[in-house]
């Protein structure tokens, strides 16, 4: 019994206790830590405006790619579905950087700059966008269509049905997609410096334009850890809001 409990512990604290070891050599060894250090307003100031570009860029992906996927799977909508499918599919093999590019040479023709922290979180948007409508449709095409009949038998309006079945059968299949989005979104934000938008991107590029690692160490680390705490925080969240059943369900698949 002791040893099973040595296991579990051993399995959820050397990952943990080898990625900080890790993390701390490398910022010995490249001198990062006391670059962070002599320059920690700045630090924080870019890991603020790094953390802003993420959140609001989430957010409306989140709303905009759920509410879309949904309406996809409507009957209104199922002849343009495929049309819009494929033009997901189409811009998500657009790399970051093409993306960022786009929106710097876009949006002036829009009337709106192509430099600053608006034509970023418009950029790192679209380019998160996609994955989030691509699950969300599959995860509710893919409900059981008896399940879909019981509950209209049982007297259940199209909404309800939309509200209590298919969006709660869907859900870990939509949070896959939030998950892909999200970590889309944190390692895009620092291209996001060249058009002027900010975040840890700029210590990034400032290290490889000066050929100085620590500085361009002290920029990538707390990229990859925010991108770890994200999903870290989305995992929890995944066991929230997703129903037990559910959850259950998915354990006896796997």
């Known amino acids: 019994m002791l040893i099973r409990i040595l296991l579990q512990l051993s399995k959820k604290v050397l990952p943990i206790a080898v990625t900080v070891v890790f993390i701390a050599w490398l910022y010995r060894f490249y ?4 670059y962070t250090v002599s320059n920690l307003p700045e630090f924080f100031k870019l890991v603020y405006e ?3 570009l993420v959140i609001i860029s ?3 992906a989140v709303t905009v790619g759920v509410t879309l996927g949904t309406m996809m799977t409507r009957k ?3 002849k343009v579905a495929p049309v819009i499918m494929a033009v ?14 786009l ?3 876009f949006l002036p023709f829009l009337g709106l700059s192509g430099i600053g922290i608006v034509p970023a979180l418009i950029a790192l948007f679209v380019h998160a966008v996609a994955p989030i409508v691509r699950n969300t449709y599959a995860g509710i095409e893919g409900v059981s269509k008896d399940v879909i009949e019981a509950a209209t038998g049982m007297g259940m309006t199209k909404a309800q ?3 209590q079945v298919e969006l709660p059968n869907a859900m870990p299949v939509i949070a896959g997609g939030v998950r892909t989005s999200t970590s889309i979104i944190v390692g895009t934000a620092p291209l996001a410096f060249l058009i002027g938008g900010g975040g840890l991107g700029f210590w990034i590029f400032t290290g490889i334009a000066l050929v100085d690692m620590s500085i361009m160490v002290a920029g990538a680390i707390p990229v990859a850890l925010i991108a770890m705490l994200f999903d870290y925080c989305l995992s929890l969240s995944e066991r929230l809001i997703i129903s037990r059943g559910v959850q259950a369900e998915e ?3 796997v």
């Open 161 to 163: 049905i939309l509200l």
């Open 58 to 60: 989430m957010a409306c």
């Open 88 to 101: 997901v599919n189409v811009w998500q093999s657009v790399p970051s950087l093409g993306v960022i590019a």
């Open 31 to 34: 001198g990062a830590w006391d």
């Open 50 to 52: 790094h953390f802003i």
């Open 103 to 105: 929106a710097y040479g």
């Open 76 to 78: 209104s909508m199922r």
């Open 251 to 253: 354990i006896k698949v």
